[in-house]
């Protein structure tokens, strides 16, 4: 079956936004690539008077429709996409994609998945700790000035999803595991990992950075995180059967 990108699985999630009319704006530019979900974490001002400057004509409607919230994972749990957005690189953040790469990534993911776009404050962006949910990380090519309006930024990735909408796909992924469940996973694999020595737990989240862009490269179904939960459970257990044997033995040795 010939499928197009599903808009209506789109999300654009605006983390601490600074500028309510940038929020107007953002909602004006998804109004016009026909996108609809619009969801604010924790904003610094959400004056509606302001937004609403801003929002016009049938954008009120997506104005009126969005969702706060203060905390970006519970923000994240229902989807099983996040695509972070960036105009700075480095070891920490690298770019993987560009806004018309992914819109073609998209097409497939989007039929059975919802997906959740992030863009950061205006005067900062998306922070490290704010892209490690994310599965890429995407930037929009520039020349030498790479800071754009908020507002800029989103317009430039809906259009891209918007093209690609009217693009045919015909290998829809199936539902993959949402936030809740990978969070899940990445906590119970931090654990264990730790206990077993295989991460440093002065500094667990450097390695867990690393297990979880490997863990991205190819999107996990909620199959595969129950499977390596499974994997995880054992590994508990048979720490705990090492650890028990342990302290049995140095019982002994102690004794008369």
């Not at 429709?65 to 960036?86: C, I, K, P, Q, R």
């Not at 979880?212 to 048979?238: E, H, K, N, T």
Request: hydrophobic letters at 40%; aromatic letters at 6%.
């Amino acid at each position: 079956m010939v499928t197009t990108i599903n808009l209506d699985h789109m999300a654009i999630v605006l983390v601490e936004p600074q500028i309510p009319e940038n929020i107007g704006a953002v909602a004006r530019a998804m109004n016009n690539m026909g996108i609809r979900r619009l969801i604010l974490v924790n904003p610094e001002r959400c004056d509606l008077t302001r937004i609403l400057r801003m929002a016009t004509g049938t954008s009120i409607d997506i104005v009126e429709a969005m969702e706060v919230f203060e905390d970006l994972n519970e923000a994240l749990a229902s989807f099983h996409y996040v695509v972070g957005t960036t105009a700075r690189s480095g070891s920490h953040r690298p770019s993987l994609t560009n806004p018309r790469d992914l819109a073609q990534e998209l097409i497939s993911i989007s039929q059975n998945n919802h997906v959740a776009l992030l863009f950061g404050p205006e005067d900062r962006g998306l922070s490290n700790e704010h892209l490690r949910p994310c599965h890429t990380i995407a930037t929009i090519p520039t020349a030498q000035f790479a800071s754009l309006n908020l507002a800029q930024a989103v317009m430039i990735f809906c259009y891209d999803l918007f093209l690609a909408s009217r693009l045919p796909s015909e290998e829809p992924l199936p539902r993959l595991a949402n936030k809740f469940e990978l969070e899940g996973m990445y906590g119970h694999l931090k654990s264990v990992l730790t206990r077993i020595g295989f991460i440093n737990p002065q500094n667990p989240e450097h390695w867990m950075l690393n297990i979880r862009r490997f863990l991205s490269r190819i999107p996990l179904r909620a199959r595969d995180v129950r499977i390596i939960r499974g994997i995880c459970r054992q590994m508990d257990w048979y720490a705990a059967q090492i650890e028990k044997h342990r302290k049995k033995t140095e019982r002994n040795l102690d004794s008369p």
